[in-house]
C-alpha cells in the first residue's frame, strides 16, 4: 500500500493529510467510488461479528494507527469472513435487479469469477479465505448446498463451482505481465477482505477527508482499535467508514460503510474467527474432479478479444472534481441502446428505473442506489460518482 503521510492533527480530534499536487485525479476518484461501490463486489452491518465489549488499550494517534496498517507484515492467515451488502441497488419490471443484470452468466454453467461478483453485491455471504504471501490466496463463497472456489497458487489460477461441476483455469496475472497475452483474472474476490476495503478506503484519504481513532472493540474475539473516516465534503453519498484493526498485528478485521443518508451499513466485511498461522499447503492445491466441464481461458481469447474491444470503444475516461466527491464521465458507444425495452425509447425505458432531470446540459435519467449514483443523459453521455444527484447535473453541465 502506498505510504501515508500525515501533516497534522487537528483540535477536534480528526487527521488531516495532504497527498502531493501532481497526483493524477483519477486516484482520488478510484478510491471513493471503488469504496463506495465497490461497487461491484462487496458486504452491512452485522452487529453479533463485533465486539463483546470495548478493550482497554494503550492511546494510539490516527496517524500513528495508519502508518502500523501500512507497516504491517503479516501475509499469512485463514478464517471465516461475513459480507452484507446493502446498496439498494434498484428493480427493472418484473423484479429483476440491475445486480441481476451484472451477473452476466450465473447458472450456466460459467465458473469464472466475473459470473460471481454480482451476487456479493446484496444479501449476506459467508467466505472462507486463506492466504500464504502474495503467490498464495484461497476464498471460497459457502452457499446452502454448494460452495464456489477461487484458488490462486503460484502462476495458476483456478475457481470451481461445486453448483454445476463446473472449473475455470488460467494463468495469474503474473504470468500474464511476462509475455503471456491472456486475459487477466479478476483480483475482486481474493481482496474480499476487511484488508483489502481498508486499503481502498485509506488511499481516498488527503485533504477532504476528517479520520480519527475512536474507540476499540473486539471483533473475531481479538483486540481491536476503531478508525473513523468521514469525508468532509457535502455532496458525498458516504457518511462514515470504520475501520476495526488488529492491536496486535495492525490487520484490519472489520470494515463498515454507513450512508450519509442513515439507515442500516451499506457494506460490512468482517471476520467471524482468524488465525495468524501458515495455512495448509494443501489449501492452496486444486485438482478438478472427476467429470467437471474445464473452461481454459486461452480457449475462450475470443471473447476476451471482443470485451477489450468494447472496452476500447469507450472514450477515455475524464474525472472531474477532487476526493469524494469525485465524478467520472464516459460516454456511450453509439449512444443509447435502442430498444431496450421492448416498447418505448431507450430515455423512457430509462425513465421507469430512475428519475428524469433537466439542466444547462439537456435531459437524462439519474438512477440512485444509497452510495454510487449517474446520470445517464439522452445523448448518451454517463456521469457516475459517490455523489449526489445536483453534483452529478452540476458535473453534466460544466462539461456542456
Known sequence: MARIRPTQVADDGFWDEDRPKGRHKAVRYAAPVAVAGIAAATIGLVPALASAG?????????????????????????????????????????????????????????????????????????????????????????????????????????????????????????????????????????????????????????????????GTARVAGRDAYQLLIRPKQSDSTVGSIRIAVDAHNWVPLKFTLEPKSGGKAAIDVAFTEVDFGKPKASAFRFTPPKGAKVTEEGRAEHKAKGEEKGLRELSKLNVVGKGWDSVARLDLPGGLPAGASGGGGPSEFLGGLGKKVKGDFGSGTVLSTRLVNALITDDGKVFVGAVDKNALIDAADAAK
Do not use: C
Open 54 to 214: 470495548s478493550p482497554d488499550l494503550p492511546k494510539i494517534t490516527a496517524e500513528e494507527l495508519i502508518s502500523k496498517i501500512a507497516a504491517s507484515d503479516a501475509e499469512q492467515l485463514s478464517g471465516s469472513v461475513k459480507i452484507t451488502t446493502d446498496l439498494g441497488i434498484p428493480s427493472l419490471p418484473g423484479g429483476v435487479s440491475l445486480g441481476d443484470l451484472a451477473g452476466g452468466q450465473q447458472g450456466k454453467g460459467d465458473a469464472a469469477p466475473e459470473s460471481k461478483l454480482a451476487e456479493l453485491a446484496s444479501g449476506s455471504h459467508t467466505l472462507r479465505v486463506a492466504a500464504d504471501g502474495p503467490e498464495r490466496q484461497r476464498v471460497s463463497i459457502i452457499e446452502k448446498a454448494a460452495e464456489y472456489s477461487l484458488i490462486h497458487n503460484g502462476d495458476e489460477v483456478w475457481a470451481y463451482n461445486s453448483a454445476d461441476n463446473s472449473v475455470y483455469h488460467a494463468k495469474s496475472p503474473e504470468k500474464a505481465a511476462k509475455g503471456d497475452h491472456r486475459r487477466e483474472v479478476p483480483e475482486d474476490l481474493s481482496g474480499l477482505t476487511p484488508r483489502e476495503a481498508a486499503k481502498k478506503a485509506l488511499a481516498a484519504v488527503d485533504d477532504t477527508t476528517q479520520v480519527k481513532v475512536d
